[in-house]
């Protein structure tokens, strides 16, 4: 699997900062040149078989994991194995990623494929109609609930295993963590279902069981992570921020654990065990 990337993750911005003191009138601000680092965001061309599916936009970064995992929770692939072959090349502008898939998920490809989806960073579901998204099948896990503790550990200690988002602060994570709270594994990036498409894609090329531990997410949980959560098997999804209710309800029918939000002072089992 080649790979050829040349874009930063992170870019110099100049910018103008203007504050003030808490309380005090207009004419207290104060205004000062800096240097901010902004993440990079940069278009992805994903490929099967030369047939053009998607564009995402994504951090350049893991690119590898991305492509796997956005394969499978898209359901165009069953197993890594359907993968035959992934390219990623630099292009003018972006990126792309060339695959060559089997008999079965080219026929899923050429079944949705009327024209490029172009899937936002705020976008989890590409290349999806309204009837695909009220359809689709979502399959049973069974749900376990994390020890309280071993969340609060994870809470704790997030920051710290966020390299990416050092010095930048925008970036989204999506973390492995192991049932005593061990962070063991962590993806990032500006989408934050990309963040949680990479630590998939990881756990397929890595053969990772998500039965157990669980994941932990700083973003919102909405319906495509809890979608995305029980395509991959995991019992347990933590959120950081809040969940919406069509996530709550296709948590609870797949049986899988949502807690969100949750915090160092307290958090809200949305989706209990079974």
Sequence with gaps: MAEDISFSIALPCEAERISWLQGHESTDITREHITLMVAEEVPLALVYNGIDYAVMMITPHDVHDFVV???????????????????ITTQSNGLRADMRVNAEALRKVLARTRRPIAGRTGCGICGADMESITSRKISGVIGQEPDADAIHKVLENLRNHQVLNKGVGMLHAAAWCLPNGHILHMREDVGRHNALDKLIGYGLRHQLDFTQGFCFLTSRCSYEMAAKAVAAGMSA???????????????????????????????????PAP
């Design 69 to 87: 995992g956005f394969s499978f929770t898209e359901d165009i692939i069953s197993s890594v194995t359907d993968l035959r072959k992934i390219d």
């Design 237 to 271: 999804v933590v959120s950081l921020s809040a969940p919406t209710a069509l996530a709550v309800r296709t948590a609870r029918a797949a049986g899988l654990v949502l807690i969100s939000p949750a915090r160092t002072t307290g958090m809200y089992v949305v989706s």
